[in-house]
Structures are given as C-alpha cells and as structure tokens.
C-alpha cells in the first residue's frame, strides 16, 4: 500500500522545509525556494497558494467534531506561520525574520492534527516518478490542444487549457496533489469540459469537437488514474460528474461523504 498524505501532512511538511539558516531576504529565498522571480505573477500564486491551504485547514477545523478542543490552538498555529509570509518579512532577511515562525511550536499541532484530519481527507502520497507522469500526461494534453481550435467554441478550449496550465503550475512548484487551490484547476477543467459537452451535437457535425472532448476525457482519466482513483470510478460512465461533484465538495470543504464520492485505491487499500 502505497504512503498516504492529507492536507494538514502537506502544509507542514511544506513549512518545515521552509527552515533555513540562508541570510537571503525572504522573497528571494521563497522565489529560489519554487523557481520563480521574486514578487512576480508566478512569486504570488505559490504564496496564495500556501495562503489558501491555511484557510481551507481552518475550515476543516471548524468543521471536524474530534477537534474541537484543539481548534483554537490550530488557529494560533496558522496564524502565526502566516507571518511568515507577510510584506514586511519578505524584505528582510529569512533566517531571522520569516523562518522563526516557522517553529516546531507552530508546525507539531498541525503536523498531529493530520492523524484527524486523514480520517477525511487521505490521497497518496505521490513519488517523484508519478509526479513526472502526472506533469507528463498534462503537457501532452495541452500541447493536442494547443494545435486544435475549434472555430466559435475555441474560448471553451483556452479555458481548457488554462486550468490544465494552473494544474501543472500548482503540482510542480508545490507539489500539492491534494486537496485546494490544486484541485480548484481540475474543477474548473471539468467545467469548460461539461460546457462543450453541452453544446456538442452529433459527431458527423462536429468532428473537431467531438475529438476534443475525448482526447480531455482520456486526459482526465489519466491524471485521476495517476492521482490513485480506483479504476472502478474513473471508467464509469458518469465519471466526469463524480469528478466534479468531489472537487467542488472538497473546495466548499463539505467534509462528510466526501469519501465516498471518489474513492482512491491507496487509499481504500
């Protein structure tokens, strides 16, 4: 059985590694850290990013009955790693500035709380190899797509591509697989999917679009299948539906059922 993870694993872990004794201002040293130019487009995205799993953890906090004794320490933790990352300590040095609130007082709770909040929210921990293959399969869907418009509908094709982009950009820097602003990407693929789909007649029609929707409906298949969805539930014919309906309860944080709308196979052993 392949190593699990769940979002509270992956906000600390990400923190801890974060811990360093480099005298570089902090926005150097985070834009080193995801290969990005300090305060550019990309530079913003990974700290909204970081941002976002803070806020989507006090959401599950609130929302898990087992935590309620723990919840308003979990909030100090968050609030504090938070810090770290303000305007004021990107400009001066990391070391003494931004990594202290990086501590193991602030990183441990959340680190402990992940054994409640795997209950939930568990997917598998992907490997270096499968997050290539995950990159991989990404990049040949967007490269076909690129090279096939789709005349008055091709703005449902840049959307397409667009958060198949964000998708690749999120797995990459932050190498999030999880829940959040990664998975957000995927809803939204789904969604400029489902428009096509909607609108989609025959076939013989539409030649050109039909080729589309099945080459993103492959696509889609692959990334889930990559991600450890059992194979049961991508293969069924309303796997884009689930696919959507799970995204979508995950990003409202509507943690009861969740698990039983995309069942991962690493998961459920």
Not at 7 to 13: I, M, R, S, T
Not at 20 to 46: C, R
Request: net charge negative; charged share 20%.
């Amino acid at each position: 059985m392949a190593e699990l993870t769940d979002p509270a694993q992956e906000f600390a872990l990400l923190c801890s590694a974060l811990r360093t004794e480099d005298n570089a201002k902090g926005a150097n040293y985070l834009a080193a850290k995801f290969d990005t130019a300090p305060y550019s487009f990309h530079f913003y995205q990974v700290l909204f990013t970081i941002i976002e799993r803070a806020e989507f953890l006090r959401q599950i906090t609130a929302q898990l009955p087992e935590a309620e004794h723990v919840a308003p320490q979990i909030e100090k933790n968050i609030k504090q790693i938070l810090k770290a990352f303000e305007a004021p300590n990107l400009a001066q040095p990391w070391r003494t500035h931004g990594a202290p609130y990086l501590n193991d007082a602030n990183i441990s709770p959340i680190l402990i709380f992940s054994v409640a909040v795997r209950k939930k929210f568990a997917y598998p921990l992907l490997t270096e190899d499968e997050q290539s293959e995950l990159v991989g399969v990404v990049e040949e869907l967007i490269s076909w797509l690129d090279g096939h418009q789709i005349g008055e509908q091709d703005f449902i094709r840049q959307a397409l591509i667009e958060g198949l982009r964000q998708f690749k950009f999120r797995v990459e820097r932050l190498r999030w697989m999880g829940w959040g602003y990664t998975l957000q990407s995927l809803r939204e693929v789904i969604s400029a999917y489902m428009a096509l789909e909607r609108g989609f007649t025959t076939e013989g029609e539409m030649p050109l679009v039909a080729a589309v929707l099945k080459k993103t409906a492959q696509g889609l298949r692959k990334i889930y299948s990559t991600a450890g969805v059992a194979k049961e539930v991508f293969e069924s014919g309303d796997f884009i539906l689930k696919a959507y309906g799970a995204a979508s309860m995950v990003i409202n944080a509507k943690v009861a059922g969740i698990a039983g709308v995309l069942t991962f196979t690493n998961a459920t052993g």
